[in-house]
């Protein structure tokens, strides 16, 4: 399993509007081919989060990389850094 975490940066005072976006639009646009899940991680009084997706394999998370997912206004909400990881652990 492959996961693409984006780090995103933008005024606290939109946290809200961010959750919102990703809850009731993002979420939703992550049906490529291999997307196995989603999480959203945010510190609100920062106003940073990382939006973080799993996949079956790199070319699909890569694929999904074109898509700031947590963006409900471009000039707003900037990607700070996005990369695609091998998932090598996963314990519960």
């Excluded at 780090?7 to 490529?32: C, K, L, M, Y």
């Amino acid at each position: 399993m492959w996961v693409r975490i984006d780090e995103i940066a933008f005024p606290p005072s939109r946290t809200d509007d961010v959750v919102d976006h990703v809850r009731n639009t993002a979420v939703t646009q992550h049906d490529g081919e291999g997307f196995r899940g989603f999480r959203l991680l945010v510190d609100r009084e920062s106003g940073h989060a990382l939006d973080v997706s799993y996949w079956d394999s790199r070319t699909g998370a890569l694929a999904g990389e074109a898509d700031p997912a947590t963006d409900p206004d471009r000039a707003m909400t900037s990607r700070i850094r996005s990369n695609v990881y091998e998932l090598c652990i996963d314990a519960v």
